[in-house]
């Protein structure tokens, strides 16, 4: 099995957490292989303070592929959310709904504002906006029937592509089936870095026997909205002993 953190797109097709023996990655940037069944655990879980600062930014973007903009009724509404505090607590107005058994955020407020079978897009340039769009995002390129459309549409960076030429190579060998996995939910957040263009945000997830994992991952406001930025290194998620120095937060 790779190491974890590794990309395993070539041999497993699906999101990570329909797989037994795959981790949800926040994002998550890509397919993490976990060794030893759901996560990995140490003798000494990382804290937030152990978490890492973020993703590769500047390397990343100057050859980061940019989404097709919206053109015409496609262009997203204005959304009343002008908050540029990070929340310390819960944000208000936040629903949840179930995608691919995953329960996801969305506010009127905030966002998204405009939600297709596959595709939840238009959030507020703020940091309760930036917050949804990468939990919708993160789940959604990962567990959508038409994933190429959400990861074309709402990631840019230097490992989109080979993401998506990898993932459609392996899903021709090797067609999956869902059922039986193990189903990672988002359990709380913490901002590392915030302003109007890029958001860095860690959010924990927990699993069904109640193993803690952190991901950070970035956001970049592109063409009037969120995108999910995949890096051509992704960084691991780390195992977490706790909510602490985290904000609480969950749908399920």
Do not use: N
Request: charged share 20%; hydrophobic share 40%.
């Amino acid at each position: 099995m790779a190491d974890p953190g590794s990309y395993t797109g070539a041999s497993e097709p699906r999101s990570p957490w329909l797989r037994p023996g795959f981790v949800l990655a926040a994002a998550f940037v890509g397919f993490v292989a976990v060794v030893a069944g759901v996560v990995v655990l140490t003798s000494d879980p990382a804290g937030p303070d152990d978490a890492p600062p973020g993703s590769r930014l500047s390397a990343d973007r100057a050859t980061s592929p940019a989404p097709s903009p919206p053109a015409g009724d496609d262009r997203c509404p204005e959304l009343p959310d002008r908050r540029q505090e990070l929340p310390t607590a819960t944000p208000r107005g936040v629903t949840w709904s179930l995608f691919a058994a995953v329960a996801v955020p969305a506010s009127e407020e905030s966002g998204p504002a405009v939600i297709g079978e596959d595709v939840a897009r238009c959030y507020a340039r703020t940091p309760v906006g930036a917050l949804l769009a990468t939990s919708q995002i993160s789940v959604r390129y990962l567990a959508a029937d038409d994933w190429r459309k959400v990861t074309r549409l709402q990631t840019v960076g230097a490992g989109r592509d080979t993401y998506i030429a990898g993932r459609t190579e392996a899903e021709k060998k090797s067609p999956t089936d869902p059922d039986g996995g193990v189903h990672g939910q988002i359990a709380g957040f913490r901002f590392v870095t915030y302003d109007d263009s890029t958001a860095v945000v860690q959010t924990v997830w927990r699993f069904p026997d109640g193993a803690l994992q952190a991901a950070t991952t970035t956001v970049l406001w592109r063409d009037g909205d969120w995108r999910l930025e995949y890096p051509a290194d992704p960084a691991a998620p780390i195992p977490v002993g706790s909510l602490a120095g985290y904000t609480e937060w969950g749908g399920v």
